[in-house]
């Protein structure tokens, strides 16, 4: 069984670095059947996909056009995790997070708990 | 970008089918895969690549999809059942669209 947990701090002052983690069990950050997502929802902005990193003999990573600028999504294969880093934060980052697998069909079927980040001085 | 668009709110009675649409310019040719979210969890998946079931989720959960429109549709519906829905495709463009959802009401 497949198990996300995430790990990050809920409040981020605006311009700074939102920063979070995913700790996979079950499966590995460097399954050549998987990509490794974040995923953000809001009142106003619904279910937004922000990214994800996968490794395919060497990793990729894929990116949203509205984060791309700001966004950086790395596999850490030594802890079996990844991380999500959005910089420059203002309050419409303001969301909550979740980390996801994708199988190598394109859908999450298995999802972290989710972490409301708070962008607020 | 790509819209996928979603009733905002879908009602049924106890034992009866629910549809929820999800509409987008050739949606059909894609996979869609369909979310159920209860307020203040996590989105767990009820149907993927258009009309399959994870393993655990009831038979009353079934999908279509064709032209520009998927559906899910919830036969013999139950009070547990009443959650926010979500609709999702994939773009060529390597992007993943969500659905603005619709809330199901079991009453």
């Known amino acids: 069984q497949v198990q996300l947990q995430q790990s990050g701090p809920g409040l981020v002052k605006p311009s700074q670095t939102l920063s979070l983690t995913c700790a996979i069990s079950g499966d590995s950050v460097s399954s050549k059947s998987a990509a490794w997502n974040w995923i953000r929802q809001s009142p106003s902005r619904g279910l937004e996909w922000l990214g994800r990193t996968f490794y395919r003999s060497k990793w990729y990573s894929d990116y949203a056009v509205s984060v791309k600028s700001r966004i950086t999504i790395n596999p850490d294969t030594s802890k079996n995790q990844f991380s999500l880093q959005l910089n420059s934060v203002t309050p419409e980052d303001t969301a909550v997070y979740f980390c996801?697998?994708?199988?190598?069909?394109?859908?999450?079927?298995?999802w972290g708990q989710g972490t409301l980040v708070t962008v607020s001085s | 970008s790509y819209e996928l668009t979603q009733p905002p709110s879908v009602s049924v009675s106890p034992g009866q089918t629910a549809s929820i649409t999800c509409s987008a310019d050739?949606?059909?040719?894609?996979?869609a895969s369909w979310y159920q979210q209860k307020p203040g969890q996590s989105p767990v998946l009820v149907i993927y690549?258009?009309?399959k079931r994870p393993s655990g989720i009831p038979e009353r959960f079934s999908g279509s999809n064709s032209g520009n429109t998927a559906t899910l549709t919830i036969s013999g519906t139950q009070a547990m059942d009443e959650a926010d829905y979500f609709c999702?495709?994939?773009?060529?463009?390597?992007?993943?669209?969500f659905g603005g959802g619709t809330k199901l009401t079991v009453l």
């Open positions: 690549q258009d009309v």
């Open positions: 996801a697998r994708e199988p190598t069909t394109p859908n999450f079927d298995y």
């Open positions: 050739k949606l059909g040719d894609k996979y």
């Open positions: 999702q495709a994939w773009d060529i463009t390597t992007a993943v669209f």
